[in-house]
């Protein structure tokens, strides 16, 4: 996956206490690194304001990125590398 890939949660994403995404809830890869996701809700999500309605993955919860969502369009920007 990319950056600029849209993406759907295949399961809830547990971010407590601020929220929990719901499994299906479509949104854009803004940041991918090895050790760091981001990917911003198309939809407002009670809770993620603080985080401009992303959920993100830190260190810890990378390995689970491939689980939590799977990917529906590469995106405009999936063939760069960054």
Known sequence: MRIGNTVRLRRAVDRY?????A???VGTIKAYH?????????????????WDNAIVW?????PEFGDDVERLSTGR??????
Do not use: Q, R
């Not at 206490?17 to 995404?21: G, R, S």
């Not at 760091?36 to 809770?47: E, R």
């Not at 920007?77 to 960054?82: I, Q, S, T, V, Y």
């Open 34 to 50: 090895s050790y760091y996701m981001v990917v911003t809700l198309d939809a407002p999500l009670v809770g993620a304001e603080e």
């Open 77 to 82: 920007f999936a063939n760069l590398d960054f």
């Open 23 to 25: 499994v299906g809830l």
């Open 58 to 62: 830190n260190e810890e919860e990378a």
């Open 17 to 21: 206490p601020h929220f929990i995404a």
